[in-house]
């Protein structure tokens, strides 16, 4: 399997643990890799997997352009600098690294895996509520928690 098709799949991954529906765009006319869903269906982001960010940028602005209505663009790389969030703040679309996406996931996981255990009331710990763990990607996205 290429790099790249790891990193897509990886940045898949943490979406499925949140019960987002993922669905692989094929198409040539689009420029992100794939489009999800959150379990409500509220939510609509294109996600556009990128090694490097910087390398991406004229590629981000046509997909911007073609973003269909009520989606988010969501470009995840492996290093972001200040300067690349700034921008896309400034842009309108979401950048995150892969390793806070892989945090989010492993956080959900250890959240159900809680819920599992017991029914001891741990709703509040460290001051992440639990009860809001089904939109931490929502939040995220929506820079309500880091950015």
């Not at 499925?16 to 198409?27: G, L, Q, W």
Request: net charge negative.
């Amino acid at each position: 399997m290429s790099k790249q098709k790891q990193f897509i799949t990886a940045c898949t991954l943490t979406f499925k643990a949140f019960d987002f529906d993922v669905t692989m765009t094929n198409n040539k006319s689009t420029l992100w890799n794939f489009i999800t869903y959150n379990p409500n269906n509220e939510k609509h982001y294109c996600v556009f997997c990128t090694p490097s960010l910087s390398k991406s940028k004229g590629l981000i602005k046509v997909a911007l352009k073609k973003l269909p209505k009520h989606h988010r663009l969501v470009v995840v790389t492996e290093v972001l600098t200040d300067d690349e969030e700034k921008e896309a703040r400034e842009q309108d679309y979401t950048a995150t690294e892969l390793t806070t996406l892989k945090r989010y996931g492993q956080e959900m996981l250890e959240v159900r895996n809680r819920e599992e255990s017991g029914p001891e009331d741990s709703t509040k710990e460290g001051g992440f509520d639990y009860d809001e763990a089904d939109n931490i990607i929502d939040q995220a996205i929506s820079r309500d928690r880091l950015f």
